[in-house]
């Protein structure tokens, strides 16, 4: 598998485009996540727009667009704005979330609810050439490997993957177990290293668990984008350094 390597734009939340896609290009990187909280906002279409075209001439790809809607939980009228920003913004893929608790707390309607309205959602982004993949996190239904599983088999549609990252507090080899579950579902990284809980140090901290996640990945068929997200301090300056492990964690020569 080809690795592309990328940034979040809400890794750096305090710059504005200009200035993100400054530190990715300095960074060395390939593409950004646009996310919808600052720089893309949902339905504003001439913002998307400057986006793109912004984000090709400094010589970068649009990744995805990193969205706040929550499948079975946002007004679904929403996502029309959601999928209009992101075909004008250039953006492959949709980032949406799979409801707003956890699966332990979420009745069987609500459940019912997120699956359908997922495959509203994706027949609508599939008519427009585009992909959903669920953000994998803490309180959604997507809050464990095979959980996440589960829902992408009950919705049964190819337009619909998942995003992988460290869960919270969990060890390196339960993490690689969860994502060795999910491989051939996974549409996308968020690279990080947090511990504990939500302590943010160097991606190489965790050389480890990234060498091994990266080998992984790198042994399947088919192009996917490893993006650098909440970088120590959100500081751009040691984007260079995170983006540089990141580089050699991906080397085949590297990953091991």
């Known amino acids: 598998m080809t690795l592309r390597l990328g940034l979040c734009s809400v890794t750096l939340r305090h710059l504005d485009v200009a200035g993100v896609l400054a530190a990715a290009v300095e960074a060395g990187l ?5 996310g919808a909280d600052i720089h893309v906002p ?22 995805s667009y990193g969205s706040y809607y929550r499948a079975g939980h946002t007004e679904p009228s929403a996502f029309d704005g959601v999928l209009r920003s992101a075909v004008l913004l250039g953006a492959p893929r949709i980032r949406i979330w799979a409801g707003a608790t956890g699966t332990d707390d979420t009745s069987p309607d609500a459940r019912a609810a997120v699956i359908r309205d997922t495959r509203r959602a994706v027949a609508l982004a599939a008519d427009a050439g585009v ?29 619909v993957r998942t995003y992988w990252q460290p869960p919270l507090d969990v060890p390196d080899a339960d993490a690689l177990f969860g994502l060795d579950t999910l491989i051939d579902r996974v549409a996308a990284v968020h690279a990080f290293s947090w511990w504990p809980g939500t302590t943010r140090h160097p991606l190489s901290s965790r050389t480890e668990l990234w060498r091994a996640a990266l080998s992984r990945l790198r042994a399947h068929d088919g192009p996917l984008d490893v993006l650098l997200e909440f970088v120590p301090d959100n500081d751009e300056k040691v984007l260079v350094r995170e983006a540089r492990t990141l580089r050699s964690f991906a080397s085949p020569s590297r990953v091991g």
């Open 42 to 63: 949902a339905g504003d279409e001439a913002v998307a727009v400057a986006v793109r075209t912004a984000t090709e001439e400094a010589g970068l790809a649009v990744a």
């Open 30 to 34: 390939d593409c950004v996540e646009w």
């Open 131 to 159: 992909q959903l993949a669920y953000e994998f996190h803490r309180n959604t239904l997507t809050d464990g490997a095979d959980r996440t599983l589960r829902l992408l088999d009950d919705i049964d549609h190819p337009g």
